[in-house]
């Protein structure tokens, strides 16, 4: 029987049981050292994860045994009540479906992160987290100052629906073990992950993989020529020169909001010479 009468034994028990205890990390993608990693995380079952993450940072969502599901739910760091517009990032793109290019925007316009590479395309952004989810989004919000209230609706990662002709909803699963997605992290966002159940589909969930690291050349890629994503750029990078941040300030090179500029000048240039 296990002696926890005395503080003594009470510590050399729980330091016995930590020495014991197997701690499994996420599978990393090829190419990627562990040194560059700024955020690593395997989220079981049932759990969830908080983080906050700079511009410029990648994040990578992975279903390493083909039945995870990610809630999740971005807010700017610096004004939580700038946050993930689900209707938005639906209605801007004239697309419910979300894959490589697709924009998550805010109710400012403003693009919160880009989904870089897709190779799931099993995705939600039409039924929001299930009861679970949001309980384990709010419980994540809550290690970052959140209330309930500062919990929306959220899109769900690896477990697609399709809407039919008739308005109905068609539950269309997990793309399978080791489907990834690449977000690009465009403002500085307080990331809230769930990995829970979707709400039309109860399959069990399975581990979820959450890897990022800095990555700010990718900011001065254009993902998407669609209107839409680069009006929503130059709103995005508008913001963030007028904080004139330190970094803001530092950064060299083609400022995105220029390439989004010179990519749309192409697109009309091309459009006149085919009128």
Not at 205 to 212: E, H
């Amino acid at each position: 029987m296990t002696n926890t009468a005395s503080t003594t034994a009470a510590r050399a028990h729980a330091r016995s049981q930590a020495s014991t205890a197997a701690m499994a990390g996420p599978d990393l993608p090829d190419g990627l050292d562990s040194a560059e990693l700024t955020v690593a995380q395997r989220i079981p079952p049932g759990g969830y994860a908080n983080v906050a993450l700079g511009r410029g940072t990648r994040l990578r969502l992975a279903d390493p045994a083909g039945s995870a599901c990610a809630h999740l739910l971005l807010l700017r760091a610096e004004c939580p009540w700038e946050r993930l517009n689900v209707a938005d990032t639906v209605k801007v793109p004239w697309q419910a479906y979300l894959s490589a290019g697709h924009p998550l925007l805010s109710d400012q316009g403003r693009i919160l992160a880009t989904v870089m590479t897709d190779s799931s395309g099993h995705h939600d952004t039409l039924c929001g987290p299930g009861s679970a989810a949001r309980q384990q989004l709010s419980m994540a919000g809550s290690k970052q100052g959140l209330a309930p209230r500062d919990i929306g609706p959220s899109v769900s990662f690896f477990r697609g629906v399709r809407v039919e002709s008739d308005g109905a909803l068609t539950v269309t699963g997990s793309a399978g073990a080791g489907a990834a997605v690449e977000l690009l992290i465009h403002l500085p966002v307080t990331v809230l992950i769930a990995n829970a159940a979707h709400p039309l589909d109860e399959t069990p969930v399975t581990d979820l993989d959450v890897v990022a690291w800095s990555a700010p050349l990718d900011l001065h890629t254009t993902p998407s020529s669609d209107p839409e994503y680069l009006r929503a750029v130059e709103n995005t990078e508008s913001a963030w020169r007028a904080a004139a941040t330190p970094e803001a300030v530092a950064m060299s090179g083609q400022h995105p909001v220029e390439a989004a500029r010179v990519t749309t000048r192409t697109a009309r240039e091309r459009a006149e010479e085919t009128a």
